[in-house]
């Protein structure tokens, strides 16, 4: 498996738009921070990590869609499916290999994210912002976008089924509305991005968890559901005879 791995990773490597997607992630960031900057840092140091943590919040799953329909797509476009599928592992492995890699990829991309976040409050605000609120604000960060990313599985699937791009973007891009609109509702445990919102921004701001233990905990069961669901739809659809 991880010289599967290995090898998915090598094909990222020659891939365009690796580059925009790490132009496109640092967007909440570049946008906020120029804003900071010309109002004389008016804006305190936490209301600064709330702006670019919830524009990146929404922009994340956007980037998770797209991106990882854009590697699975490209398999179809390229015309190289069937020469893929013809490596001596069993198409579930291949598809795993893939999906791990582009895991290892965003999860990356969006630590140097927060990691960049962080030394810019400290450098603009300087002895304002103390270990234990860094801790705080990285540990949301780093929860988000570690349970965002367990969301893969369900855009390969959408990918390799529908084997096109535009179902993926749109699945993409719905994601943005549906998790601003269900932000602030109980029953945002059932969309998965929402309810990973409200889970890991507790640790900036502890109103922003469930009023129950209970809700909290179907929203886990929900969340795990969506994994397990789309990853045994992918292995069974890897076993299908032709696939390509």
Known sequence: MSMLVKNELLKLKRLKSVYIIFILSFLPYAINTIGLLTTNKDIPDDRYYFFVFNQYAILFPTIIFIFTGFLFYTEFKNKTMLNWVSYPFHTFKLILSKMISTFILLF???????????????IVF????????????????SMFSTLSLLIIPVAALLAITSKSIIGV???GLVSIFLTTMLLGADISIYFPFSYIYRLSIRFYDSTF???SEKLQLW?????????AISTQGLYLYSR?????
Not at 108 to 122: I, K, M, R
Not at 126 to 141: C, D, I, K, P, R
Request: glycine content about 10%.
């Open 209 to 211: 968890v469930y009023s």
């Open 126 to 141: 300087g002895e304002g912002v103390s270990l234990y609120q860094s801790g705080s604000y990285l540990l949301a960060s």
């Open 169 to 171: 973007m749109i699945a």
């Open 240 to 244: 299908k005879s032709r696939i390509y």
């Open 219 to 227: 929203g886990a069961v929900i969340l795990a559901a969506y994994v």
């Open 108 to 122: 990356l991309l969006s630590l140097l994210n927060h990691l960049v976040l962080l030394g810019t409050q400290w």
